[in-house]
């Protein structure tokens, strides 16, 4: 199993609502990370999360709070957002190499965030 | 730092032809290389890797790519392309950390 589930798959939300988005993982790998996504550009780096410890922070602003309550569940809490927050989030997991880096990442098929 | 940069920004090519898409990166050590592949609104599918060893890779679907050290190059081919690999493709660099760096992409547009 490579999957990465990602929930919801699309979410829309006041700039005052507080919301959740969930990621769960059955590979066994110990490295997750969340990206953010702009149309028609790569991917971006917010979080990574090594042994179930954050371990980089993009400068990403607090409105976004990570959290990673076990090894295959990763979490991105979003509180008063802004418009220019919408964006497709993408969860990823990866196996942590003992030499270090990590080995391929696989992604979820991303939430769809509009902020309204 | 790491870097990737793809040259192309879009490439258009008629199904059955053959398919080259280029990929440099930026890295001091050994780097660990990838191509992801993107459809609208979907997440990001691993094609192939590169971690050490044969520079010409296989990975899924008819792609294989070539690790040049020299050109800092890890450029993906397919000899005979299908209207399905229209897509967003996406070369990664993965450093001694724990961070992937993206090219910014190429889109890949099919001719029937």
């Known amino acids: 199993d490579t999957e990465v589930t990602q929930t919801p798959k699309h979410l829309v939300m006041g700039m005052t609502n507080k919301k959740s988005l969930k990621c769960e993982q059955h590979?066994?790998?110990?490295?997750m990370y969340w990206y953010k996504q702009k149309a028609k550009k790569p991917p971006e780096l917010m979080f990574v999360?090594?042994?179930?410890?954050?371990?980089i922070n993009e400068s990403v602003p607090s409105r976004f709070s990570p959290e990673c309550p076990n090894s295959s569940l990763l979490n991105l809490h979003l509180h008063a957002l802004q418009p220019e927050d919408s964006a497709l989030y993408l969860c990823?997991?990866?196996?942590?190499?003992?030499?270090?880096?990590?080995?391929?990442?696989?992604f979820g098929q991303g939430t769809r965030l509009t902020v309204v | 730092a790491q870097s990737v940069t793809q040259p192309d920004i879009h490439i258009t090519v008629s199904e059955g032809a053959s398919l080259e898409l280029r990929c440099n990166y930026s890295?001091?050590?050994?780097?660990?290389l990838f191509w992801y592949v993107q459809s609208p609104g979907q997440g990001l599918q691993l094609l192939l890797k590169?971690?050490?060893?044969?520079?010409l890779v296989q990975g899924i679907k008819g792609f294989e790519a070539e690790f040049k050290r020299s050109q800092s190059s890890f450029n993906l081919r397919k000899p005979s392309v299908h209207w399905s690999d229209a897509a967003e493709y996406f070369c990664?660099?993965?450093?001694?950390?724990?961070?992937?760096?993206f090219g910014p992409g190429t889109r890949l547009s099919v001719l029937p």
């Open positions: 999360y090594s042994y179930e410890k954050l371990s």
């Open positions: 990664a660099v993965g450093d001694d950390g724990q961070n992937f760096v």
């Open positions: 890295y001091g050590a050994t780097p660990y």
């Open positions: 590169y971690f050490s060893g044969d520079t």
């Open positions: 990823a997991s990866s196996q942590v190499r003992l030499g270090g880096g990590n080995t391929e990442a696989f």
């Open positions: 590979m066994g790998h110990r490295a």
